[in-house]
T-cell receptor, first 113, second 113 residues
């Protein structure tokens, strides 16, 4: 069984719709992250959370919000999706003592029409 | 501004030969560097890392070299195997275990049998 799971794996939506991407982990890690990957740009950090009560903005948080419902769950929301949010989204987790060595989920491919 | 750059989008090598993937960075505050490997339809996986207090770190077939004066690091894979064919991302951080990674654009490595 995968340690970090993401749902959905693929999603097509329309401009203006609200979308939620979900991430669950069974690794017992306190730290969780959301990234997006765009061609030619690599991965960019959207939000990160060190525990349920500690949520921080990353490089590109505008247009996104997150919710840390439990240690194991971290959701990313697009309040009003726009086409330039079309990307591959990854959730990741890490142990607090080794935060740079992150464990990634399989990704969600989001297309905003 | 891209603080971490991988200027070669792709690299093709013959099985058994050496693969050398390069990465340049601009921020002198970066003090920890990592390489992640990504197969299609999967999330990135941590491969190897190096602290700025070292200039070399080796793990089996994988060696990372760091040249701080040139702000350059490289990943050597010897010998290359077809299973090494993947996208390789260089990442850097200057925030000492916060997990705030800055990724390069990635290099697609193809190892031909």
């Amino acid at each position: 069984d995968a340690d970090v799971t993401q749902t959905p794996r693929n999603r097509i939506t329309k401009t203006g719709k609200r979308i939620m991407l979900e991430c669950s982990q069974t690794k017992g890690h306190d730290r969780m992250y959301w990234y997006r990957q765009d061609p030619g740009l690599g991965l960019r950090l959207i939000y990160y959370s060190f525990d349920v009560k500690d949520i921080n903005k990353g490089e590109i948080s505008d247009g996104y919000s997150v919710s840390r419902q439990a240690q194991a769950k971290f959701s990313l929301s697009l309040e009003s999706a726009i086409p330039n949010q079309t990307a591959l989204y990854f959730c990741a987790t890490s142990d607090p003592t080794r935060s740079n060595e992150q464990f990634f989920g399989p990704g969600t491919r989001l297309t905003v029409l | 501004d891209q603080q971490v750059k991988q200027n070669s989008p792709s690299l093709s090598v013959q099985e058994g030969r050496i693969s050398i993937l390069n990465c340049d960075y601009t921020n002198s505050m970066f003090d920890y560097f990592l390489w992640y490997k990504k197969y299609p339809a999967e999330g990135p996986t941590f491969l190897i890392s190096i602290s700025s207090i070292k200039d070399k770190n080796e793990d089996g077939r994988f060696t990372v070299f760091l040249n701080k004066s040139a702000k350059h690091l490289s990943l050597h894979i010897v010998p290359s195997q077809p299973g090494d064919s993947a996208v390789y991302f260089c990442a850097a951080t200057g925030s000492s275990n916060t997990g705030k990674l800055i990724f390069g654009q990635g290099t697609t490595l193809q190892v031909k049998p």
